[in-house]
């Protein structure tokens, strides 16, 4: 009985992003005495989507399991790996059909350890199912196997996130948004034991535009015209994440932390992926 500590970063993106994590990861596992690394993959290849190249990176760095969003699909190579994986989550509330799954446990320290992936449906495109429904289904699913459950919300609006972080307050340990790559300084922890922070950010670029190349955005706002986004690979780069700590007794959430780290002196070097 204890404690343990899990470090969930947001949205890594690119070669970028995938360069400053590999830097600094073992530096801030030893600092926060991490028990387990949750990551958010959905934009680690040229920005958008993941291969299964990346996947063994992650895994090599001991990340122990990938969450994702909407991009997950824009790279078909990885469909396969998803439909067999159980280390790689696609928001659970997509179609039943689509490759993967949206739910899944890893051990950590002793402990087993929940992970649910969901996808907001406000200001979103695609329409899938009512993520807080999904939730209760996916928590009555973990129920019997662990009371510490970890919740990355892949969605765009604050009020969105902060409703099911109520809805399921003192339910699941922790609850962090991903998606708009951007961190925000809300963290805490509800009333009920729920570890909360609308969105954790990214891993990328810091002048840049979510971690792309801001140029060619700024001309599709004032052109209207399509424009082929690439990834930022300048200094200073952002590494953005959270330090939760969970009491594995009650699965409540003790203490959580935020994470934001920036490095002038990274050199990143193009690669296939
Ligand atoms: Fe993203
Ligand atoms: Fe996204």
């Not at 970028?16 to 290849?45: C, L, P, W």
């Not at 599709?220 to 994440?241: C, E, R």
């Amino acid at each position: 009985m204890g404690h343990i500590r899990i470090l969930c970063i947001g949205d890594v993106v690119g070669v970028t992003g995938r360069t400053m994590f590999q830097k600094h990861i073992d530096q801030i596992r030893e600092r926060y005495a991490i028990d387990g690394i949750i990551v958010n993959g959905e934009n680690s290849a040229h920005g958008r989507g993941i291969s299964s190249r990346i996947v063994r990176f992650f895994k090599h760095n001991g990340v122990n399991v990938i969450t994702s969003g909407n991009h997950i699909w824009y790279n078909k190579e990885i469909y396969s790996y998803l439909s067999s994986a159980t280390d790689l989550l696609r928001p659970a509330n997509y179609p039943r059909s689509s490759p993967g799954i949206g739910v899944t446990t890893f051990e950590c320290a002793g402990h087993i350890v929940g992970v649910i992936n969901l996808q907001g449906r406000v200001f979103m495109r695609d329409h899938i199912d009512c993520p807080f429904r999904t939730a209760e289904s996916a928590l009555s699913f973990l129920q019997n196997k662990t009371n510490t459950i970890i919740i990355d919300f892949h969605a765009e609006a604050t009020s969105e996130k902060m409703a099911l972080a109520y809805f399921l307050d003192g339910k699941i340990s922790a609850l962090f948004g991903t998606h708009t790559h951007v961190q925000t300084a809300d963290e805490r922890i509800l009333p009920q034991g729920t570890a909360y922070i609308t969105d954790v950010g990214m891993v990328g670029s810091l002048n840049s535009m979510l971690g792309m190349k801001k140029e060619p955005i700024i001309e599709h706002f004032i052109t209207q015209l399509p424009v082929k986004f690439v990834v930022d690979s300048s200094a200073p780069v952002l590494l953005n994440g959270v330090v939760i700590e969970i009491d594995t007794q009650t699965g409540k959430a003790t203490r959580i932390e935020r994470l934001s780290l920036l490095d002038t002196d990274i050199h990143i070097t193009e690669d296939g992926d």
